[in-house]
């Protein structure tokens, strides 16, 4: 049975956090092949809108859901926790959203149009611990600006 996720606790350990998923190929494409154009990669603000995408769509898809009620409210508004994580393609991210929806987690998969290829998830805020098994194996985006 899935833990409640509009339980509340004392535990910082498993406070409301919103995951937000990266793809890191967008500002960091492999190298081309030989004799292959040099893939293009997204400018830093390109990659951050499409966080913001993301996050503002699972925010309002989610947004009857206590969880998302406390996350959003007055006294929330200046301590809200987003973890950033990157995968290293659309197929990983693609998959990552498909287990999300089998684990009946609400997310955001953000799709850029008219391109049609998927950019960023973020997730609904929820504990900590009813998300965390799914996604542990994700490191946090760190890239370096410049």
């Excluded at 309002?60 to 973890?83: E, F, G, I, P, V």
């Excluded at 990983?92 to 609400?106: C, E, F, H, P, T």
């Amino acid at each position: 049975m899935a833990a409640d996720p509009t339980a509340t606790t004392n535990s910082t350990s498993d406070v409301l956090l919103q995951y937000v998923v990266l793809r890191r190929d967008l500002w960091q494409p492999k190298k081309a092949a030989e004799g292959e154009p040099e893939p293009w990669a997204w400018p830093l603000g390109a990659v951050v809108a499409q966080g913001c995408h993301a996050s503002t769509a699972a925010l309002w898809l989610s947004r009857d859901d206590a969880s998302t009620q406390s996350y959003c409210s007055d006294s929330n508004l200046d301590h809200m926790h987003k973890a950033v994580l990157e995968v290293k393609s659309e197929a990983q991210l693609r998959n990552l959203s498909a287990k999300l929806d089998a684990a009946g987690i609400k997310h955001k998969l953000w799709i850029e149009q008219p391109e049609n290829y998927a950019t960023c998830l973020a997730t609904a805020p929820l504990p900590k611990s009813v998300v965390y098994p799914i996604l542990k194996k994700f490191n946090l985006c760190k890239s370096k600006i410049g």
